[in-house]
């Protein structure tokens, strides 16, 4: 799942070589004839999609993510491990009580 703004040919040929999907429509002038099929991929797609972004923004939000300011990228990494770590939890604990 990707940003509409990376899908140029570039990429596009790279993730196919590689035998990745990326959804979304062709590139060019768009066909008279749509497929049905193809557009209700791409919907389901991109509901996964905005379920990810809404979890990413209630983590910059709710849990800092978008306040570290680590010197080292090793730091970094493990306190943005700890974020997720803890939002995990917190989403169990919901769940669970």
Same mark, same amino acid.
């Given at each position: 799942? &990707?940003?509409?703004?990376?899908?140029? #040919?570039?990429? @596009?040929?790279?993730?196919? !070589?590689? /035998?990745?999907? *990326? !959804? $979304?429509?062709? *590139?060019?002038?768009? !066909?008279? +004839?749509?497929?049905?099929?193809?557009?209700? =991929? &791409?919907?389901?797609? =991109?509901?996964?999609?905005? &379920?990810?972004? /809404?979890?990413? $923004?209630? $983590?910059? #939000?709710?849990? /800092?993510? /978008?306040?570290?300011?680590?010197? *080292?990228?090793?730091? $970094?990494? +493990?306190?943005?491990? %700890?974020?997720?770590?803890? @939002?995990? @939890?917190?989403?169990? %604990?919901?769940? %669970?009580?």
């Amino acid at each position: 799942m &990707a940003d509409k703004i990376y899908r140029n #040919r570039d990429n @596009l040929a790279y993730c196919k !070589s590689l /035998g990745i999907r *990326l !959804s $979304g429509p062709k *590139l060019g002038r768009p !066909s008279k +004839t749509e497929d049905k099929n193809l557009e209700c =991929v &791409a919907r389901q797609d =991109v509901s996964e999609r905005n &379920a990810i972004e /809404g979890k990413f $923004g209630e $983590g910059k #939000r709710k849990y /800092g993510l /978008g306040l570290i300011q680590a010197c *080292l990228q090793e730091t $970094g990494e +493990t306190v943005v491990a %700890l974020q997720f770590y803890r @939002l995990n @939890l917190e989403r169990k %604990l919901r769940a %669970l009580f």
